[in-house]
């Protein structure tokens, strides 16, 4: 049973990059998904939630707009686009799933700079 992110990248501010979090053991349909990100030295904060359905997302005021979270039961993938990148937005993005269980990826580095 885990979740892999994958789609971290260096990246250059105002450009782009698309996370993914695939599920291996178990299916993700019943499980609310959500992104969440760690910066050096800081607290691991939410980014964003998507309902089991998909019919609901919340997001962090500071990437409303700029990040959109989605996901394709069928592939058992969760997804994070992310748009207008900025230096602030440089952390480690981790997946989450949360339903009976809870279960946390990896990680993968998001770095935005010059």
């Known amino acids: 049973v885990q979740l892999v992110e994958s789609g971290g990248d260096l990246v250059q501010p105002g450009g782009s990059l698309r996370l993914s979090c695939a599920a291996s053991g178990f299916t993700l349909r019943k499980y609310t998904m959500s992104w969440y990100r760690q910066a050096p030295g800081k607290e691991r904060d939410l980014v964003a939630t998507?309902?089991?359905?998909?019919?609901?997302?919340n997001y962090a005021d500071s990437v409303k707009g700029r990040f959109t979270i989605s996901r394709d039961n069928a592939k058992n993938t969760v997804y994070l686009q992310m748009n207008r990148l900025k230096p602030e937005d440089t952390a480690v993005y981790y997946c989450?799933?949360?339903?009976?269980?809870?279960?946390w990826g990896q990680g993968t580095q998001v770095t935005v700079s010059s």
């Open positions: 998507i309902s089991s359905g998909g019919g609901s997302t």
């Open positions: 989450n799933a949360r339903w009976n269980l809870e279960y």
